[in-house]
């Protein structure tokens, strides 16, 4: 009996019906491809290091999945992190990590493809490779091996993971991803042309294992010469004798300095699936997400996405018309949600939210906008959009005073936020959600005190306007903070993280100072932000804390009832590493980073530039409407800002 | 306003569908199939479908039933056909009809369910051991089994819910095939019929193991076994 057909005999007999949801493992979903193995030259599992549910709501997912379907000759499946139920009962039956659409062992595939969403994933990895019965490093694959791919934003700083990635793939997927894997089809067949050939002089075991090694070494020089592939095994880190980082060089000839991001020039001819997986199960996003735009330029200071996705890149109002249509017809969604990172800077969002609605309001299909602005256009938008199912509203100011919002170069003013919740309340909204950040550089009590006075102001404004209203219900706020974490390739990446104690004790003051009932408060774990601050500036020397703290058990630290913080901490004893090095180690303008290598396309003294005017409270306008600010993407990149709008400006509030 | 009435199947893999999945994998369906659903009135609008009973995660079935509204009267037949196209694998339909205003709801009227159950034996049994224990455990006025509610552990006696019993035996597996209550005036579930049989029959198989198949759901009407589809 094949390997696959005793998984799937296993589950079905077994264990599905002793884990909780167990349409986490089945796949089988509308839309699903089920492809002929034989038929096929490179088979990739794309592997999301978190559950089913977080994972489906990915849209790169959905993209890439469908892209490489569609290739005749690739394969694409997908394979999630089991919850830990699931896990035991794998583990305990000898099942390992399985793709969903074949039920095949994940050692079937060339290419295991893992997504970097959020830092605190990085422990599931390791463990879904362990549950695959593949190793954990680099070093001891063989040819014979998957090879082990990384991409996502924060591949930004991929190095804690280096030993563990066989490559990893700089920026956007649809262009380069499809190229990276034709590279290994081809390598794999002119490779097994010599194997035959070679075959004949019946090789010993070590002999076998040093031609495997020599092809796969081969085959990684081959894939490191394709621009945006980082393979981290052809360079070396080097630290001085203080510990201090010096600089990351490669070791082989014809092996980039710097890996340079890819990007698609033309998001309007960018490949966009018209079909998408429809799960059975409550997953996050559970909707049509059309992505109307790439990129921002309001050039946030502690924003990570900001820096990486740049340029803005907009799709027309007749290719999304057109996607929209296809994917409710070819899913069967009642929503369609517009993403972007900041949906109402869409050149084109009025026409295209009417015409949206015109078209779909019929079968009860309604829209949302999950990333808005603080302005009066953000609540007329949420406005039109409710006209078929309501919605909630959130904002997020990010800090409590001008001063500070003016240091993150978050351009919103009080009056701005205001005049949000006046038109929010006018409207029949009867709660908000408003969100910030605290930690921030430079932040003080009055920044603290800041953000408990808006709450205050926006309960008092609410009340006021429902009460005129002649409404009996009572305005509720919702105020969440998480802690700011200095990000690589942000203005803020020189900065220090605030001490954890100190977090807490912001935290703490908050709780005390949000008394109104009106208010509730939530925050984010300081703990899990710290970790998340050292892994996102880390370097090489993480991997072992990493895997330390893996072997003790760390899995699904994103999750507050797994994340085990005193177990991190003995990891990093064990392995005589300080995490606070990282998260708390000033970093000076000159030192040498561990992500320099990595060309994301923006200028350091662009980086710099923004920091210090941060520290002056000055800020830096919209690029889009204003001057170009010198980030140096689109010359580096060699594209350009690209508006479908064209005689649009931004908002006001930003000029 | 327009009901449907439809007959389907669940199979591998949709038999690990909650009833929620399940409704839910209807309506989108329904969507996809571009038949017109009729909506509740609201902020949240949504369809008005209702199944006959609930079927437990794992079960494969034979034998299920939901209403649907629509907004516009559809051919029967034409629903049947879109439907099927667009329904995700393991979901069969079997048959659509129309039902006439007046009718009475379908949770309402389905009253008895048929299961057919596959357990694997722990130890060589032959069929006369078999039809030994069914009578030992027939025999029996009242079978207590304990259920697990919401305000904790209650005990009831299935014996006057079950209707009819076989018990057989295939390569190395007992089968049971049962018609038990379902429905307003209570359920009986498979797993508690095999539960006392193998208590008041002593007989000892694997019931971690235990495949489960609901033949289908009926409305009885004195001796009669009718078929939600019989009774339009």
């Given at each position: 009996?094949?390997?696959?057909?005793?998984?799937?005999?296993?589950?079905e007999?077994?264990?599905?019906?002793?884990?909780?949801?167990?349409t986490?493992y089945?796949?089988?979903?509308?839309?699903?491809?089920?492809?002929?193995?034989?038929?096929v030259?490179?088979?990739?599992?794309?592997?999301?290091?978190?559950?089913?549910?977080v994972g489906?709501?990915?849209?790169?997912?959905?993209?890439?999945?469908?892209?490489?379907?569609?290739?005749?000759?690739m394969v694409?499946?997908?394979?999630f992190?089991?919850?830990?139920?699931?896990?035991?009962?794998?583990?305990?039956?000898g099942?390992?990590?399985f793709?969903?659409?074949?039920?095949r062992?994940?050692?079937d595939?060339?290419?295991?493809?893992?997504?970097?969403?959020y830092?605190?994933?990085?422990?599931?990895?390791?463990?879904?490779?362990?549950?695959?019965?593949?190793?954990l490093f680099?070093?001891?694959?063989?040819y014979?091996?998957?090879?082990?791919?990384?991409?996502?934003?924060?591949a930004?700083?991929?190095?804690?993971?280096?030993p563990?990635?066989?490559?990893?793939?700089?920026?956007?997927g649809?262009?380069l991803?499809?190229?990276?894997?034709?590279?290994?089809?081809?390598f794999?067949?002119?490779?097994?042309?010599?194997?035959?050939?070679?075959?004949?002089?019946?090789?010993?075991?070590?002999?076998a294992?040093?031609?495997?090694r020599?092809?796969?070494e081969?085959?990684?020089?081959?894939?490191?010469?394709?621009?945006?592939?980082y393979?981290?095994?052809?360079?070396?880190?080097?630290y001085?004798?203080?510990?201090?980082?010096l600089?990351?060089?490669?070791?082989?000839?014809?092996?980039?300095?710097k890996?340079k991001?890819?990007?698609?020039?033309?998001?309007d001819?960018?490949?966009f699936p018209?079909?998408?997986?429809?799960?059975?199960?409550?997953?996050?996003?559970?909707?049509?997400?059309l992505?109307?735009?790439?990129?921002?330029s309001?050039?946030?200071r502690?924003?990570?996405?900001?820096s990486?996705?740049?340029?803005?890149?907009?799709?027309?109002?007749?290719?999304?018309?057109?996607?929209?249509?296809?994917?409710?017809?070819?899913?069967?969604?009642?929503?369609?949600?517009?993403?972007?990172?900041?949906?109402?800077?869409?050149?084109?969002?009025?026409?295209?939210?009417?015409?949206?609605?015109a078209?779909?309001?019929?079968?009860k299909v309604?829209?949302?906008?999950?990333?808005?602005?603080v302005?009066?256009?953000?609540v007329?938008?949420?406005?039109?959009?409710?006209?078929?199912?309501k919605t909630?509203l959130?904002?997020?100011?990010?800090?409590?005073?001008?001063?500070?919002?003016?240091?993150?170069?978050?351009?919103?003013?009080e009056?701005?936020?205001?005049?949000?919740v006046?038109?929010?309340f006018?409207?029949?909204?009867t709660?908000?959600?408003?969100?910030?950040?605290?930690?921030?550089?430079t932040e003080?009590?009055?920044?603290?005190?800041?953000?408990?006075?808006?709450?205050?102001?926006?309960?008092y404004?609410?009340?006021a306007?429902?009460?005129?209203?002649g409404?009996?219900?009572?305005?509720?706020?919702?105020?969440?903070?998480?802690?700011?974490?200095?990000?690589?390739?942000?203005?803020?990446?020189?900065?220090?993280?605030?001490?954890?104690?100190?977090l807490?004790?912001?935290?703490?003051?908050?709780?005390?100072?949000?008394?109104?009932?009106?208010?509730?408060?939530s925050?984010?774990?300081?703990?899990?932000?710290?970790?998340?601050?050292?892994?996102?500036k880390?370097?090489?020397?993480?991997?072992?804390?990493?895997?330390?703290?893996?072997?003790?058990?760390?899995?699904?630290?994103?999750?507050?009832?797994?994340?085990r913080?005193?177990?991190?901490l003995?990891?990093?004893q064990e392995c005589?590493?300080?995490?606070?090095?990282?998260a708390?180690?000033?970093?000076?303008y000159?030192?040498?980073?561990?992500?320099?290598?990595?060309?994301?396309?923006?200028?350091?003294?662009?980086?710099?530039?923004e920091?210090?005017?941060?520290?002056?409270?000055?800020?830096?306008?919209?690029?889009?409407?204003?001057?170009?600010?010198?980030?140096?993407?689109?010359?580096?990149?060699?594209?350009?800002i690209?508006?479908?709008?064209?005689?649009?400006?931004?908002?006001?509030?930003r000029? | 306003?327009?009901r449907?009435?439809?007959?389907?199947?669940?199979q591998?893999?949709?038999?690990?569908?909650?009833?929620?999945?399940?409704?839910?994998?209807?309506?989108?369906?329904?969507?996809?199939?571009?038949?017109?659903?009729?909506?509740?009135?609201?902020?949240?609008?949504?369809p008005?479908?209702?199944?006959?009973?609930?079927?437990a995660?794992?079960i494969?079935?034979?034998?299920?039933?939901?209403?649907?509204?629509?907004?516009?009267?559809?051919?029967?037949?034409?629903?049947r056909?879109?439907?099927?196209?667009?329904?995700?694998?393991g979901?069969?339909?079997?048959?659509?009809?129309?039902?006439?205003?007046?009718?009475?709801?379908?949770?309402?009227?389905?009253n008895r369910?048929?299961?057919?159950?596959?357990?694997?034996?722990?130890?060589?049994?032959?069929?006369?051991?078999?039809?030994?224990?069914?009578s030992?455990?027939?025999?029996?006025a009242?079978?207590?089994?304990?259920?697990?509610g919401?305000?904790?552990?209650?005990?009831r006696?299935?014996?006057?819910?079950?209707?009819q019993l076989?018990?057989?035996?295939?390569?190395?597996?007992?089968?049971?095939?049962m018609l038990v209550?379902?429905?307003?005036?209570?359920?009986?579930?498979p797993?508690?019929?095999?539960?006392?049989v193998?208590r008041?029959?002593?007989?000892s198989v694997?019931r971690?193991?235990v495949?489960i198949?609901?033949l289908?759901?009926?409305?009885?009407?004195?001796e009669?076994?009718?078929?939600?589809m019989?009774?339009?």
């Open positions: 009996m094949s390997p696959i057909c005793d998984i799937s005999q296993i589950l007999d077994e264990l599905l019906r002793k884990v909780t949801k167990p986490r089945t796949g089988g979903e509308h839309n699903q491809v089920k492809k002929d193995w034989s038929g030259d490179v088979a990739m599992a794309f592997a999301f290091p978190d559950v089913y549910e489906m709501s990915h849209l790169g997912l959905r993209i890439l999945y469908h892209l490489i379907n569609e290739q005749p000759r694409m499946e997908r394979v992190a089991p919850w830990p139920d699931m896990e035991k009962a794998m583990r305990s039956r099942v390992p990590l793709s969903l659409e074949s039920r062992p994940l050692t595939f060339d290419v295991v493809g893992f997504t970097l969403q830092e605190m994933s990085y422990s599931n990895i390791l463990n879904m490779l362990d549950l695959a019965g593949i190793s680099a070093e001891e694959r063989l014979g091996d998957p090879l082990i791919m990384a991409g996502g934003p924060c930004v700083n991929p190095e804690p993971l280096a563990f990635m066989d490559l990893i793939l700089l920026g956007e649809e262009e991803l499809p190229r990276v894997l034709q590279a290994i089809a081809d794999k067949r002119d490779a097994g042309l010599g194997a035959i050939a070679g075959g004949a002089a019946a090789a010993g075991d070590d002999l294992e040093r031609r495997d020599s092809r796969r081969a085959l990684l020089l081959h894939l490191a010469t394709i621009p945006g592939v393979v981290p095994a052809l360079y070396r880190s080097e001085a004798a203080d510990g201090c980082f600089g990351t060089t490669p070791i082989r000839e014809g092996v980039p300095a890996v991001k890819q990007i698609v020039a033309d998001l001819k960018a490949y018209t079909t998408s997986l429809v799960p059975f199960m409550d997953v996050v996003h559970d909707r049509v997400m992505e109307v735009l790439r990129g921002c309001r050039a946030c502690f924003c990570q996405a900001g990486i996705y740049r340029p803005v890149r907009e799709r027309s109002p007749e290719t999304l018309k057109r996607q929209a249509e296809a994917l409710v017809k070819a899913t069967g969604y009642d929503e369609i949600a517009l993403t972007s990172l900041s949906t109402a800077d869409y050149t084109c969002v009025e026409p295209l939210i009417k015409e949206l609605i078209t779909h309001a019929e079968q309604g829209l949302s906008l999950p990333s808005l602005r302005d009066a256009f953000s007329d938008l949420a406005k039109e959009v409710q006209k078929v199912r909630g959130t904002f997020a100011p990010e800090a409590g005073t001008q001063r500070l919002r003016d240091v993150i170069n978050k351009g919103v003013t009056s701005d936020l205001m005049e949000t006046e038109s929010a006018s409207n029949g909204w709660s908000l959600k408003l969100y910030f950040m605290i930690g921030l550089p003080t009590e009055e920044d603290l005190e800041g953000i408990a006075r808006l709450a205050e102001q926006v309960v404004k609410g009340t306007i429902l009460r005129e209203k409404m009996n219900k009572s305005v509720r706020v919702t105020v969440s903070t998480s802690s700011f974490v200095p990000k690589a390739q942000t203005p803020f990446q020189w900065e220090p993280q605030a001490p954890m104690a100190d807490e004790e912001k935290q703490a003051f908050l709780k005390k100072r949000l008394r109104d009932r009106r208010i509730s408060y925050w984010h774990d300081a703990r899990i932000s710290f970790l998340e601050a050292v892994f996102a880390g370097d090489r020397r993480l991997a072992q804390v990493l895997h330390r703290a893996w072997q003790k058990g760390c899995v699904f630290d994103g999750w507050s009832e797994f994340f913080y005193e177990t991190w003995e990891a990093f005589g590493v300080d995490p606070a090095d990282y708390y180690r000033a970093i000076g000159d030192d040498p980073l561990p992500w320099d290598h990595l060309d994301f396309g923006v200028d350091r003294r662009y980086l710099i530039r920091h210090k005017k941060a520290l002056a409270a000055a800020l830096t306008r919209d690029c889009r409407a204003d001057q170009c600010a010198g980030c140096g993407v689109c010359p580096t990149l060699g594209v350009s690209d508006l479908r709008g064209g005689d649009h400006v931004p908002s006001p509030d000029l | 306003m327009f449907v009435r439809i007959a389907f199947s669940k591998d893999p949709v038999r690990w569908l909650s009833h929620l999945d399940t409704q839910k994998a209807f309506e989108r369906a329904m969507r996809r199939a571009a038949i017109p659903l009729a909506f509740s009135e609201g902020f949240n609008p949504h008005k479908i209702a199944f006959a009973s609930a079927l995660v794992g494969v079935s034979f034998g299920e039933y939901v209403d649907v509204d629509l907004a516009a009267a559809v051919d029967p037949a034409e629903v056909e879109r439907l099927q196209k667009a329904m995700p694998e979901f069969g339909i079997h048959g659509v009809k129309a039902v006439p205003p007046g009718t009475q709801a379908l949770m309402a009227v389905v369910a048929q299961y057919r159950l596959r357990v694997p034996l722990q130890e060589p049994l032959d069929e006369a051991v078999i039809a030994a224990a069914l030992r455990s027939l025999a029996e009242s079978w207590l089994v304990e259920r697990e919401k305000k904790g552990v209650s005990t006696d299935i014996r006057p819910g079950l209707f076989t018990g057989s035996r295939t390569d190395d597996a007992l089968i049971l095939e209550q379902t429905g307003s005036e209570g359920n009986v579930r797993e508690e019929v095999l539960e006392a193998c008041y029959g002593d007989l694997d971690e193991r495949r198949l609901r289908g759901l009926f409305v009885a009407q004195g009669r076994l009718l078929t939600p019989d009774v339009l």
